[in-house]
C-alpha cells in the first residue's frame, strides 16, 4: 500500500490505519512480525524510484533512478540498458522561437500521440529516437545506440527553458563525455520542430531531465523467483518492468489486481502488488479516501489467503500522512506473515501505535526481502 | 541535559527521571516521538567532545577532537585551523629540575593569569605561542604558525611527567613529520622555565594533550541555520564555537538561559541549550541533586513553548547515572516535538522506562539532526 503510514489526525488524534476498519489485517497482525522500516535511512524521505528499489532488497542509495528515467518507466516500453531517456512537452512556440505555452494548451492525447508517431524513430548520427505518448502534451523520449561504439552519457542540461517567453535553450553537456549525447539531443529538438512547423499549437519540443539507465541485477537473479508485478499506475510498472518482474496487464481496480493475482498464482513464486490509492489520498490530505482505500485492501486478505502463501509482506513503500498532503520520512508500518514467524500476541490491531510492539522493531528497507525469503526457508545459512 | 539517563537508584528502584516531578516534560512525551539515542555506537561510554559531536549531527568516530583542544576549547579565544593546542600546568620544580609539585599548590587564578601574561605572545621560529589561563594552576596554549610553509604536527608526547619527584620530559615526535613542532615545545618550555625562575612556587610548566585543530564543516553551512549556543560552561561553548555556532554571554543560571533564548529567539533559526547541572551532579553520584536540576529545566519549559518553535528536541550527549558516578554507555533519552510528530499516546511520563514505547526506538546520535530538519519540513525528498 503506497504511502502505507501515517501521522494523527490533528483533530482526531488518530492515524488512518487507527480509524480504519481492517480486521482481517488486524487477526494476521496478531500473529505475524510487525515492526517497521526506513526506506532510505532515519529521518529522509524518499521518492518512489528509491523507496520501491528499497522494499525490493535493493541499495537506494547505490542505485539512482534519474527523473526523465523514472518518468519514462510509466510508458510500455522494453529499455535497453545503453538507452538515454528524457520527459519531453510538446509546446508552443512564435515565430521568432519564444516559447508561448509550455504546454502547447494542454492537447488532447489523442493529437499528442499522433505527433509522437510522426517523430518516432528517427536516426540520428548512429541513435535511433523514439518518442512514446505518455498523457495530454507529455511523452518520453528515448536515445538508443545503433551502431558499435556510441555512448550517450546522461549528463545533459534541459532545453526546456521552464517558463514562457523564453527560447529553447540548447542542450548542454555537463561532464565532458555527454558532448555527443548533447548534440544528438539538440539536431532531434531541431527535427522535431521541423515537423512540427505546421502542427501549431504543437509546433515545438521541449526536453528535460534526462537520464541513464541504471545497471542493476534483476530481481528474478538476485532472488531466484520468477516475479511478477501487479499494478495499476504505469510508473510502478515500469519500476518493477526495470528490476526485471515481468508485468501483469489488464488492471484497473484492487479487485481486479486481486484477481490477477489469483490467475497468475500457479505460473510465479514472488508477486508485488502496489495499491496506489492510499498514496493518492495522502497526497491529496483526504483522509476519509485513504481509510477507504485500507479497508479496500483489508477485504481482499481472506482471498489472498486461500493461496495459502509461505509469506505474506504487507507493508508501503514510504508514510504518505494525510497531514503533511506529501510523502514523510516516518518509518513505515511493516508485517511480515508466515509459519515461521515470532510474534507478540499482545498486538492487537494493524497499526503504528500496536506495531511498536512487534518483534521486528525497526529495519532497514533493504532487510524486507531477506527476512521474506527466510520466512520462507529459502535461504541458506552464513558460514559453517 | 548533559547526562540525561540513568540507571535505577540501588534501593529506590527508580532512575532519577522516575524520581523527578516534570510534568511539562511529561505532557510533551505524550504527543511527541519518543526514544533513545546511541552517542557514538551501542556499549560505547562518550566523552563530552564526541558525544556532543554526535547529537549535532557528526561522526564522532570521523571527527577527533584532542584533549589539549577540548580543554582549550573552554578558553574563549578565535582558533585557527593550523593552530597546534596543549594543556599547560604551572608547576613547582627544584634546583635539580625535580618537580615537586605539579600543581604549583594550586596557585589562585589571578597570580596565574597574570604568569600566563608573562608568557603570553612569545615567537619561536616563526611561530606564535599564546598563553591563556584557565583555572588555578591551569592554562592552555595554543601555537599558531606566523610564517609560510610551517605545519606544527600534533602527534607529540607530553612534557608532564605524570608524577612528583620526576624530571620535565622532553616532548618528542610520534611520527617523523612532528620534528619541528616537538622542538618548538621544548624551547618554549625552556623559556617559560628561564621566564619563571623567580615565580616560585609556579617556577616550571608542564605541558600535555597536544591536539591539532579539527577541520570540521560548519554547523551553520551543513544545516543552512544561523545557530547560537546557550551554555554557561566553557568547555560547551567553546565545542559549540568550534563547529561553528555563535555563542550566547553571560549566561550563569538555568533561568537565564532560558532568558537568553527569549531574547536572541528573532536572530537565530537553531538553538542548543547545554545544561550543566544533571552531568555534575550524576558525576558527584548525587541523586537528589541531579532530581531537582532536571525539575528545574522542566519549570523553564512551558516559557519556551510560548516561543512556539517548529520542534523542539529534548534529550542528552550521553547518560550520567548517579549510581554510577560517570559517563556511561545507556542509551540517551531523546523526545522531539514537532506538529509533524508520529506520536504514541500511551506514554505517560518523559523517563526511560515509558521512552521503550516511544516512535523513535533506538537511533544514531547522528540522525538527530536529520529528524529534527526533516520535522521541520526543511530537506528535500530523496530521489524522484
Known sequence: MDGLGGIQHPELKKTE??????????????????????PVDIGITPGSGPAHLGIFGYDPTEYEIGRGLLDSLGVDFEFQKNDLAARGNFATSNSDGIITDRRAGRIASDASAKLCRLLDGVEIDGVKVFVLPVKEHRFAVVFRPIKDGIKLAG????????????????????VADAGFAASVANKFIAYADEKLADAHPANSVLLRGFANMIDIPPFTDVFGMRALCIAIYPMYKGLSRLVGMDVAKGCDTIISEFETLKKNYAGYDFFFIHIKNTDSAGEDGDFSRKVK??????????GLLELNPDVLVVTGDHSTPCAMKSHSWHPVPLMIYSKNARYNPDIKRFTEREF???????????????LAMSSAQKLAKFGA
Open 17 to 38: 490505519l487507527e480509524i480504519a476498519r481492517h480486521d482481517h489485517l488486524d487477526a494476521l497482525a496478531s500473529r505475524s512480525e510487525c515492526g517497521f522500516h526506513h
Open 155 to 174: 549528463a545533459l542540461s534541459d532545453s526546456d527553458p521552464q517558463k514562457e517567453g523564453l527560447k529553447n535553450l540548447p542542450v548542454k553537456a555537463l
Open 293 to 302: 482505500a485500507i479497508e479496500d485492501v483489508d477485504l481482499c486478505i481472506p
Open 356 to 370: 511498536i510492539k512487534g518483534t521486528l522493531g525497526q529495519i532497514p528497507a533493504q532487510s524486507i526481502m531477506t
